[in-house]
Each structure stands twice: as structure tokens, then as C-alpha cells.
């Protein structure tokens, strides 16, 4: 038996898979003690089906704690230690301005203070030479400013320490020596690459995070064996893999955005049970909509990514973050998103969220401005008596009002037409997003599954499909705690960067043969903690680009010994790679290789697909309901259904609207439904 | 039922959909450049057009220089090859610095887009080309000339058929040409993918063409704008800003008149048009000056048609802001840059405490040069950009933004990869004391950098640096930032304009100016003042003498002195 356990900012979803099926509780978040609510909803898991702590094999678990102690700016008072000449970086940042028409715009506070940024005399070249050796006694001098500033965590992050760490390690070894108990991060560990401010910032992050992180999991490991847990405790990662508590501890940032991943990891499975190559993945829940590409079932990942952006979703204006991540499009759209008119007479939705409270006008909880719920509901898609499994009653004429004082009024529409506009936006402005970002990737988004998850997503999937050139869509079974899922099916893995520019025609087979020897046994340190026997594969990347361009794009490199072939191996690799995205290549232009990555990961397992063994709340089928279908403009007559009378190979045409108690299908009137072996529903466009 | 007022809903829709078609353009053309300043710069623009040469929405990127200019662009394109001349496959190409945006390395391209073989649209990018040719980016030039290739209006492709004479001409005349040559076909590449996008938008859509559309957006946006400009206040005002120049100080002299839903901003009474290429075509005047009345006025609006005439813009044609051919202009941003605070210096008067102070506005971009015919055969030869900058000026109820463009909205490259490329090493990047403007809201803080060669051989630096002799002026009893300064380690000092050489084992140091305060310095925040001191962003001398707040040795304030200290300077 595994067991998962994901805490998200209201609620910790607790899931247990057994040999003959499934089972998953949700309980609220405990915010001033997480691990509080992780064994509330473990136990009652355990009691409601009977099974015993001793015997569940393996606990995966995933937190946004790491995440909210970033945007809430609540972790450990930290210092940084960096080359003499160099303290403002991590304020400078980018020099940038992200809102370009913005006079007031504001950059984030940094991490650390400028006071507590601190210096050495010291010098490394880019080639990692030394220019000017480390000065030991400046070293020494920094300890009566840590310790008078009570500093309980320091990042260390020196010039050029990506390709010559010595430095670093130095004043790592005199500060631990003379401060044993201070936490030290080293930005040649957990993150040895090219760009001070990034690597800066990463190593910031972690440290300022790993006090906080490395007491909780101490703490819910010693309350799992008070729990009579025997079993080892692994972390899921915000590069879909999963990690030892001991690594976890160390490198906290790789558990930055690890729920969402565990999302995607959902997806991956859903792609692998159904025979999908190209999925994208998408989960909408209350305020945000995030979107990941699957392509031959593995999710688009990424080396960079940004935290607590201060302008919401706006990119630039968060704290950037290089660790390995599945990569997502995180748009400021969700249930709770408010509808809004601008000057120019135009429907904006979101990216501010009504949240849970108060909450959408309909829940008549003090809301006044509308939402998209509020939209679904006057447009038909959400029965107001049958919301939530029928928990919360909601008021349609909540929804109604506020809509109309908002949008009627001022574009001279009825409730109806107003309300397809929110949505129409709401959909428009994802499809919009994935679009570009897809550009970005070098992706298309034709021919693709849209596989969702999320309370809001069975509502908008099929307009959104439309919009995208997308004809199916999977509602899996369980798409209410898909993240939790995703953890049961995540491998344990690692995975190591390094910087080195290497232009190919004066490439070394040996040393890159050698490097890549080293990163492997780094790797396989890590994946062995947790996974001592079990099969593994290494896929390795480069990041390359053609000489004198900015932008590199990552690149497959064969796992083998490398032999003089290897310069026009990678070559040809990049040209076709190249090609790919941007339809041609350029001959005659020198080709470099900045970063390189190894990945060291245990083999997926197959799961079980999760069959429910709790019973579902009673949904009355309501016969038919009035649906505003924005596809072809028009009101129709829908039918009714209850998932859960719902027999495998039922065959149901559109429109239509499936209620389950999280969630609620629709079905437009160019789309048919049908429930396949496992009781995933498949939307087809007709 | 199909109720009608769907169309409303469809066409806010369509609109939508059109910025995220010339977002993909713009960021095709991101991705796959190689000039710098089109990439870390956003030194790019993507729009698509009206047959009519009517711009109906245009990618939001990271330069103000081709707001408007790029919108008038395709018009120059038509008067040359009208619509019916044009033919699917076809794309035209200028660097024309009147036509297009001002200099010779930003490269316009236009390609005409057809449905069922009528032409519905025109897509249009510029890219800053990494060369092309001639002194380049130098302000050294005295005529357009000497500043490289200049490509009248062309077809670079018939029918599909890539022009190879004009390619062969173009390879011929820059120092990269394969790279020059890869942004072109990034050019067209951008434009084919806005096209096909916007064609499939069409046929979801069931349109046969963009009149309906087009007139909706630019109408809503024409209303908006001239709502938004009615919402100020009526009436005219006039602000004059001195600045260095290349070989003599410059005067910007600037009236804005706000009536009847327009602005229009008048410079007459600047400085007449200077022998070294610092000079301004009106194109790139406008850009910014457009761009100034955009944030103040109408941020969220997007560029289109509908907001072009709303901004009017004279400019007596020989004087610096308004140059005609043969007048040298590759740092013509260094007058372009400059612009916002004009027109913020006469709004200021009809908006207090609203717009910033006087920030460094030109960029400090660092062109570092070596090798044959530059500085000697010593050592690597290299050619390097480095995008910085100074401080930006208080806000009125927030202190400026250090080392930040403005109103540019470039991104700074890593020291890291600028190291991995060149043989330079930059020992120091970091705040320069004090140089914020002090006020009750502090001027941005510059940065001093300094640079030396790892190599036992001199390197050269192109500088067009501003405000050395005029710092950027401080408002409402704000004192101005520092001035910025360029000197050699031994003291040396340097010019700040025109190109010059580091000798073997020197080092170069960099400091760059602070943004103007706004505001007194005494009415500052005490706690605003501690706070700037304990961060050594205000030195305790300063804090002392122009904030008048004195300090425990602790650094804690000493209320007592301070009370004492401000008492004495408002009596």
C-alpha cells in the first residue's frame, strides 16, 4: 500500500493506494502546523477503510509550504556572502522594468538585505582560473556580523563558482568551523550555473527556506513513526521526481511548486493509461489555470522559473528560481477570477481572484463583483441546487445582479450575453496564453488531448479545445485530488547541471565523457537514498545554441562514452533540433553548448488506476437544463447526467452536462461524451 | 435563437485574439535573433496592418522607439508598392532611418497576407540588426554615410523567391554577415507566422476580411484615448532640460498642449542639429514622445490607428529632434531617450504630484572594442555590448528605481556570459554611494562598474554616456542625482562621448549618474533616512548635512540632534 500526501493552501488531500483500489480524503490545511492536518487525514483515511499504518510500504509527500514561505516572505533571517564588488547583484537583478508603461512599478524587495549582503576579496575567471586568492582573514572577520546580525542561514555565492568551486568551499569550511551550527548554502551545489543573478537568487531561495523546511520534516517524520509508520517517507519535487527526506532537507528549493507537478505527474499516467503521445495538461481550480505540454509522455520541463511574482503572473516580476522544474503555464484565471469592463469598453477577467471568501456573488457571502462561477451559473453550466455535491446552495440571482451592475449596465447587454462574455475571455485569454507559450517552447497545440483536472476545468475544457484546434479531451476519475495521485506514480529521481561553454569544434570527448561520469555517481548518490536496488535510466541534456544568440534550446545527448563522433553527433542533433522549432537552420554558424544537465530516475511504475472505494454523495439527475453554448451562439436544451451512473462505453451526445460531486462536465453541442473502461469520461469533437 | 449582441462579445474576442497573434510574431522573432538588443533588449516590434496601411494592433516589447514610427512605417512601404502591386509571397525590407525607426540598424520587413487570393493584411516587424557596416553604433559619424548600408524600400522576396542580389549586396557590407542575414529570415520568418495565424483565426471565425474588426478596434481605441486625454487638464505648458551633447551642451525645449482630445507637444526652440551622429529623425521624436503621454495618460491602451493621431508632434524641421538626411544619426536615442522628461517637466506643472523626476533616461550601455585598426593587433580582438544603467528619477510618493532603464526597458546581460566571451573582467558592479538625488522621495541610485583587459593589451570603449555636466534635476525642492563620470583607475579622465582607448594594464571605471529626488530632502522620513544608512545607500555625512537627521553610534536615530538639526534649516 502507498500512501500520498499533498498539502495545497486550503486543503492537505490524503490518498492511499491499495491492491484493489483507491481511496482519498480531503482535510483542511493546517496552516500554523501542516503536519497537524497531514495526521488528521491520515487517520481518518486509515480508520474509514480500516487499513493500519504498519502496513503502508512507502509515504510520497508534497507541500507548497516551501512556496508560501517565499511569497509570504516568511523564512529564516539570512546573509549572503559573495565576491567583493558584487553585493548589489541580487538587487540589481535584470536592470529591468517589466511593466513598460508602469511610472510606479515596484521590483521585489530582495531576499537579503544590503546590510547583510557581505563580501570577500577574492577572483575567479570565467575559464575558472583564479585572479586574486581568497582572503582567509576577511573570511574571518565576517563571523562577529553573522553572529551579531543572529544569522541561522547563509547562502555563499561567488564569481564564476560554476565552473571552480574552491572558493566557495573555503569559506563554507572556515564559517562552519567557527559557527557550527549555522546552515550553509553553497550556490556551486544547488545550482553550478552560468548567470550570477540567477544562481544568486536560487541559493538566496534555499537558504532562506531550509531552517524552516528542515524542521518540518523532521518533525513529520518523527510523527509518522509516533503513527506506527515503518515505512520510508520520500518528497515530491518540482521536477516531477521524488526525493529522500535527507536530500529534501539539504536542497529544499527542489520542492518548490512540488503539489502542481504532482498534477502533471497525474496527467503523465492518464497519457500512458489511454495511449496519448501529445497531451496538454490542464488544472483550473479557484484562482489560477495551469497548463503543461506532455509530449510522448514526458511533461516540457524547464531550468528556471519565477516565485512570488510581485505583479501576478506578470513574468519578470517574481524571484527567479534555476532548479529542475515541469514547466507550467500559470495564468491568473480560476473560479473565483472577477469579471471586470476597462476603459475602452472592454470584458477583463481575473488575474485577482474573489477566492473562497468571500467568494463568488453567488455563494452570497458578501461577494458583490462577479466571477466565472458566477457566469457558469447564469449561462446553465452549474446547477445552483447541486453544487459541490449539493454542500453549498448557491443563489443564481446573486450571480445575476452582479453581472448585470458590472457588464449589463455598462455595455448595454443582457445577463445572458454578459455572462458568455466573461467566459468567452476567460477562455480566449487562456487559449491566448497557451498559444504564445507554445511559440515560445517551439509546440503546437493542434492534434493534442487536453487532459484535465481541478473543479473549474470540466467546465471550460471543451470551449477551450475549440479555440485551441484540439478535438479530445479526458475527464479522468479522481481529477479532484489529481495531484495526490501524481505522487503514487513519481520515480525517484536527481538530477545535476553543469556549466561549461563548449563550442563543438573543439569539443574533448574524454573530459565531457569525464564530466558526465562524475555527474552520474553525483546523481546516483542521491536516487540510490531512496531507491537501493532498483533499475534506472539517465537521459542527458545540452543546452545549445548557435554562437553570438542568447537563447539556447535543450538538446537529447545519447548516455554513452563519447568518441571523436560526438562534435558532429550533437551537431547534427542541434540542426535538426533547430529546424524543428524554427523551420530552418543556419549553416556556416558556429555551434556552443552552455549548460549541461544529467537526469537519473528509477523506471515509472505502472499503477493501478484509481477505483473508487468510497461512496459518492447522491446527484439527483435533473432530466434537461437551458445551456448557453458560446460554440454556436446559441441556447440549447441539455440533458443531465450523473457521473456515477455512468456504465462504461456510455455513449452520450452533446450538449450535455455531466455533475460529479467535485466538478460538473459540459458538453457543447459539438462534442460527444464517452465513459471508457476505466471510467475516464472522453470528450470527441464531432 | 442567435441573440445579435453576440457580435459584441465575438468582436472583443477577435480582439483579443489579434494581440496574441502579434505576441507569437514578436516572439518568433525573439527567439530566433541574434542581435542583442533584440533579444535582451526587446529592441524588436511585431504588428499586423489594415490593407489600408491602418495599424490595428502591434506586440507590446521592450522599446517605446517604435511607437508610432512603426505605425506610420507601412504607410512609406504602400506609397512605394501600392496593395495591387503586391503579390502572395512577396516581402519588402527598408532601414530607411525616416521611414522606419530612426536608425540604419533597425531593418523594417512587410509582408502582405492573402485569403482566397485577396489580400486581407499586412504584417510588419523591425529587428536591431547586430551590423551593418559603416562606423555602426558609434556617435562618431558626421553623416548617415558613414554609418553603414542604407536599403531604400525593396522587395526582399518575390513570389517565394528570396531576393539574392539584394542578400548578396547586404553580406557584402557588414561585419557579420551571416548572423545580419539570419535576422532577416528571422524577419520574415515572424511575419509568415503572424500571417498563418491570423488566418486561421479567419477561418474559425468565418471572416473574408478585417474591416469590421479593424474599425472596432480603432474606433474603441480612438474614444478611449481621447477620453482619456480630455480627463486632464486643458491648457499649454512649456519646460526647457539642458544636456551634454557630443561637443556642445544641447537644449530640449518643449510645449505641451492639451485641448480638444489631443495632445500636441511643440519643440521649437531646441538646439539645432549637431555635426556628430547624436541627431533625431522626427520618427523617433514622436516615438517617444508618444510614449511619455502614454503613461501618464492612457498605460493599458493599446497602439494602434485609433491612438496614433491622438499625440501630435512639431518639431522645426534642422533643429536636434527633427533631422533631415544627411544628418548622422546611430545614437539618436541618446535625444530620443531624453524626451520623456521634457514632456514630463511641462505636465508636471499641470499635474503636481503625479509624474517622476528627472532620471539618467539614456541608457549606459558599455560598446567595448579591440583589434585590427581599433586598438592595435595585441591581444584578442572582441566587440562587446553591455546593457546598463544609472538611476531613475523619485517618484512622488516613492523613492526612484536604481540602476533601471527608463524609458527604455532593456535587460542587462550576466558579467558571467560577458566574461565567457571576452577576454574582460568586471571587478565591480555595484551601487554608487550618495548618488541618488536626495529628497523626500530619493532619486535611484547609479552603479559604478570597473573594467579591466585579462589580457596584456589595451581595449576601446564607444562612448555615448549622458549626463556628466547636467545631472538629471530633482522636482518640488528634490536636489538632483549625481552626474555620471568616466575615468581611467590612475584618475584619467575620459569624455563622455566618441570613442577611446584603455592602455595595456589600466582599468576602466564606470559610474553612472543617480535619478533627481522629489520633494525636500529635510522633510524626508527619519526612518526612511536610517533605513538608507544602515543600507549604506546614504552616506552618515550626507544624511547629516542634506536630510538633517543625526545618528547614535549605533546608527539609531538621535531624535533629540534631529528635531534640533531640522528645526534650524526651515526656520
Known amino acids: 500500500m502507498k500512501l500520498a500526501v499533498d498539502i495545497g493552501g486550503t486543503f492537505t488531500d490524503v490518498v492511499l493506494e491499495t491492491p484493489s483500489g483507491s481511496a482519498s480524503i480531503k482535510v483542511l490545511t493546517t496552516h500554523d502546523a501542516p503536519e497537524k492536518g497531514v495526521f488528521q487525514g491520515i487517520d481518518q483515511l486509515l480508520n474509514k477503510i480500516d487499513a493500519h499504518a504498519r502496513d503502508v510500504d512507502l509515504v510520497i509527500h508534497g507541500t507548497t509550504l516551501a512556496t508560501n514561505a517565499l511569497i509570504e516572505r516568511k523564512g529564516a533571517r539570512i546573509a549572503l556572502i559573495t565576491t567583493d564588488g558584487f553585493r548589489d547583484s541580487l538587487e540589481i537583478a535584470h536592470e529591468h522594468r517589466f511593466e ?102 536560487t541559493s538566496c531561495a534555499n537558504a532562506y527556506i531550509q531552517p524552516l523546511m528542515s524542521r518540518y520534516l523532521h518533525k513529520l517524520e518523527c510523527g509518522l513513526a509516533e503513527n506506527g509508520f515503518t515505512c520510508p517517507l520520500l518528497l515530491m519535487m518540482s521536477s516531477g521526481g521524488v526525493t529522500t527526506v535527507k536530500t529534501a532537507a539539504r536542497e529544499p528549493i527542489r520542492l518548490v511548486e512540488s503539489g502542481p507537478a504532482g498534477g502533471v505527474i497525474f496527467s503523465q499516467r492518464i497519457a500512458a493509461e489511454c495511449g496519448v503521445k501529445q497531451a496538454l495538461s490542464l488544472d483550473m481550480g479557484g484562482t489560477t489555470a495551469k ?41 491568473g484565471a480560476g473560479g473565483g477570477s472577477i469579471a471586470r469592463v476597462d476603459e475602452l469598453g472592454r470584458i477583463t477577467v481575473g488575474p485577482d481572484s474573489a477566492g473562497s471568501t468571500p467568494g463568488p456573488a453567488c455563494y452570497d457571502m458578501g461577494g458583490i463583483e462577479p466571477t466565472m462561477t458566477d457566469a457558469d451559473v447564469v449561462l446553465g453550466r452549474i446547477d445552483p441546487n447541486n453544487f459541490a455535491g449539493g454542500k453549498i446552495a448557491l443563489k443564481a440571482d446573486r450571480a445575476k445582479t452582479a453581472i448585470d451592475d458590472v457588464l449589463g449596465q455598462r455595455l448595454l447587454l443582457d445577463s445572458l450575453i454578459s455572462a458568455a462574455g466573461i467566459t ?126 542568447g537563447h539556447e534550446i535543450t538538446v537529447n545527448l545519447p548516455s554513452e562514452m563519447y568518441d571523436e563522433t560526438i562534435g558532429s553527433t550533437m551537431h547534427e542533433l542541434f ?70 451512473d455512468l456504465t462504461a462505453d456510455t455513449e452520450i451526445l452533446g450538449p450535455a452536462i455531466i455533475i460529479e460531486s467535485e466538478t460538473t462536465t459540459v458538453v457543447p453541442t459539438k462534442f460527444n461524451a464517452k465513459v471508457n473502461k476505466a471510467g475516464h469520461l472522453i470528450l470527441t469533437s464531432q | ?97 525616416w521611414k522606419g525607426t530612426g536608425h540604419l540598424h533597425d531593418v523594417t520587413v512587410v509582408s502582405p497576407t492573402y485569403k482566397n487570393e485577396n489580400p486581407v493584411a499586412l504584417f510588419a516587424s523591425t529587428t536591431h540588426l547586430v551590423d551593418i557596416g559603416g562606423h555602426g553604433m558609434s556617435p562618431d559619424s558626421r553623416q548617415v554615410f558613414h554609418e553603414g548600408l542604407y536599403i531604400p524600400i525593396l522587395p526582399l522576396m518575390q513570389k517565394g523567391k528570396i531576393n539574392e542580389w539584394l542578400m548578396k549586396l547586404i553580406r557584402q557590407n557588414v561585419r557579420e554577415p551571416i548572423q545580419v542575414e539570419g535576422d532577416l ?106 510614449f511619455a503621454v502614454k503613461c501618464l495618460a492612457a498605460p493599458t491602451i493599446p497602439n494602434n490607428a485609433g491612438t496614433l493621431k491622438a499625440v501630435i508632434v512639431k518639431a522645426p524641421e534642422r533643429t536636434i529632434v527633427n533631422a533631415p538626411p544627411p544628418c548622422a544619426v546611430a545614437a539618436r536615442s541618446t535625444i530620443g531617450h531624453m524626451l520623456p522628461d521634457v514632456v514630463f517637466g511641462c505636465l508636471h506643472q499641470a499635474l503636481p504630484n503625479t509624474l517622476p523626476a528627472e532620471g539618467t533616461s539614456n541608457l549606459w550601455n558599455v560598446r567595448l572594442a579591440a583589434g585590427h585598426g581599433i586598438t592595435g593587433s595585441a591581444g584578442t580582438a572582441f566587440n562587446l555590448t553591455l546593457f546598463h544603467s544609472g538611476g531613475v528619477g523619485a517618484r512622488p510618493h516613492q523613492d526612484g528605481l536604481s540602476a533601471t532603464p527608463f524609458p527604455s526597458g532593456v535587460k542587462n546581460v550576466p558579467v558571467e556570459i560577458s566574461e565567457a566571451i571576452t577576454p574582460i573582467v568586471i571587478w565591480r558592479k555595484d551601487f554608487r554611494i550618495d548618488s541618488g538625488g536626495p529628497g523626500a522621495h530619493r532619486g535611484g541610485l547609479g552603479q559604478t562598474m570597473e573594467i579591466t583587459n585579462r589580457e596584456e593589451a589595451p581595449f576601446g570603449i564607444h562612448a555615448v554616456f549622458e549626463r556628466i555636466k547636467f545631472p538629471p534635476q530633482g522636482r518640488d525642492g528634490g536636489s538632483a542625482g549625481m552626474a555620471g563620470k568616466l575615468r581611467l583607475g590612475s584618475g584619467v579622465k575620459l569624455k563622455g562621448k566618441g570613442f577611446q582607448v584603455i592602455p595595456n594594464g589600466e582599468s576602466l571605471i564606470i559610474e553612472m549618474p543617480g535619478g533627481g529626488g522629489f520633494g525636500y530632502p529635510i522633510t524626508r522620513n527619519p526612518l526612511s533616512v536610517e533605513k538608507d544608512v544602515r543600507q549604506q545607500l546614504v552616506s552618515q555625512n550626507k544624511a547629516k548635512t542634506i536630510y538633517r537627521v543625526a545618528f547614535h553610534d549605533d546608527l539609531s536615530i538621535d531624535a533629540k540632534r534631529t528635531a534640533a538639526l531640522r528645526a534650524k534649516t526651515t526656520e
Not at chain 1, 114 to 139: H, S
Not at chain 1, 303 to 318: H, N
Not at chain 1, 587 to 615: C, D, F, H, K
Not at chain 2, 31 to 37: H, K, L
Request: hydrophobic share 40%; net charge negative; charged share 20%.
Open chain 1, 100 to 201: 513598460q508603461y508602469d511610472l510606479y512599478m515596484e521590483r521585489p524587495e530582495p531576499l537579503v538585505p544590503r546590510d547583510l549582503r557581505l563580501t570577500v576579496p577574492e577572483r575567479i575567471a570565467a575559464d575558472g582560473e583564479v585572479l586574486k586568492e581568497l582572503d582567509e582573514l576577511a573570511v574571518h572577520n565576517l563571523i562577529p556580523a553573522l553572529e551579531h546580525a543572529e544569522i541561522e542561514s547563509v547562502a555563499i555565492c561567488l564569481l564564476h563558482s560554476y565552473i571552480n568551486s574552491a572558493h566557495e568551499q573555503h569559506v563554507a569550511n572556515i564559517l562552519s568551523t567557527a559557527l557550527p551550527g549555522l546552515v550553509i548554502t553553497q550556490s556551486s551545489e544547488v545550482c553550478p550555473e552560468i548567470r550570477e543573478y540567477e544562481r544568486m537568487s
Open chain 1, 291 to 331: 497548463l503543461t505540454f506532455i509530449d510522448d509522455l514526458k511533461p516540457q520541463y524547464s531550468r528556471t522559473f519565477e516565485v512570488a511574482r510581485q505583479y501576478r503572473f506578470l513574468k519578470g516580476s517574481g524571484l527567479p528560481i534555476r532548479i529542475p522544474v515541469i514547466d507550467m503555464l500559470e495564468i
Open chain 1, 424 to 549: 468567452e475571455i476567460v477562455d480566449e485569454t487562456m487559449a491566448s496564453a497557451v498559444r504564445v507559450h507554445a511559440v515560445e517552447s517551439g509546440k503546437d497545440t493542434t492534434n493534442r488531448t487536453l487532459i484535465v483536472m481541478g473543479g473549474a476545468a470540466p467546465l471550460h475544457c471543451a470551449r477551450l479545445a475549440e479555440k485551441l484546434d484540439i478535438n479530445h479531451i479526458i475527464v479522468p476519475v479522481g481529477a479532484g485530488v489529481g495531484s495526490a495521485y501524481g505522487f503514487l506514480s513519481a520515480p525517484i529521481a536527481y538530477e545535476v547541471v553543469r556549466t561549461r561553454l563548449i563550442r563543438l569544434n573543439e569539443i574533448d570527448p574524454q573530459s565531457l565523457s569525464l564530466m558526465f561520469a562524475e555527474m552520474r555517481a553525483e546523481a546516483e548518490a542521491v536516487v540510490r537514498l531512496g531507491a537501493p536496488e532498483a533499475e534506472v535510466i539517465e537521459t542527458r541534456e545540452a543546452f545549445m545554441r548557435y554562437r553570438g544568440q
Open chain 1, 575 to 644: 540542426e535538426k533540433h533547430y529546424t524543428q522549432l524554427f523551420n530552418r537552420s543556419i549553416p556556416g554558424l558556429e555551434i556552443e553548448a552552455l549548460t549541461w544537465t544529467l537526469n537519473l530516475s528509477t523506471t515509472p511504475q505502472p499503477t493501478a488506476t484509481p477505483v473508487l472505494l468510497e461512496p459518492q454523495s447522491q446527484i439527483i439527475s435533473n432530466g434537461s437544463r437551458q445551456l448557453f453554448d458560446p460554440g454556436i451562439e446559441e441556447t440549447v436544451d441539455a440533458i443531465v447526467y450523473a457521473r456515477e
Open chain 2, 1 to 97: 435563437m442567435k441573440p445579435s449582441s453576440m457580435r459584441e462579445i465575438r468582436l472583443q474576442v477577435l480582439w483579443n485574439r489579434l494581440l496574441s497573434v502579434v505576441e507569437e510574431q514578436a516572439q518568433t522573432l525573439i527567439r530566433t535573433s541574434f542581435s542583442t538588443a533584440a533579444r535582451e533588449a526587446g529592441d524588436v516590434s511585431a504588428g499586423v496592418f489594415g490593407i489600408d496601411g491602418k495599424m490595428i494592433a502591434q506586440a507590446v516589447t521592450g522599446t517605446a522607439g517604435h511607437v508610432n514610427s512603426m505605425a506610420r512605417a507601412v504607410g512609406h512601404f504602400l506609397e512605394e508598392f501600392p496593395i495591387t502591386s503586391m503579390q502572395p509571397g512577396d516581402v519588402y525590407i527598408t532601414n530607411d532611418p
Open chain 2, 185 to 290: 529570415y528571422a524577419l520574415i520568418a515572424c511575419n509568415d507566422k503572424g500571417s498563418s495565424r491570423l488566418l486561421s483565426m479567419m477561418d474559425e471565425y468565418d471572416l473574408s476580411d478585417l474591416n469590421e474588426l479593424s474599425a472596432y478596434i480603432i474606433e474603441h481605441s480612438h474614444r478611449g484615448i481621447t477620453e482619456a486625454i480630455n480627463a486632464l487638464p486643458q491648457g499649454s505648458w512649456k519646460h526647457s532640460m539642458r544636456i551634454d551633447g557630443y561637443d556642445e551642451p544641447i537644449d530640449l525645449v518643449g510645449e505641451v498642449t492639451i485641448a480638444n482630445g489631443k495632445v500636441t507637444v511643440d519643440y521649437t526652440g531646441s538646439s539645432p542639429i549637431s555635426s556628430f551622429g547624436i541627431n533625431c529623425p522626427l520618427c523617433y521624436t514622436e516615438a517617444y514622445t508618444a
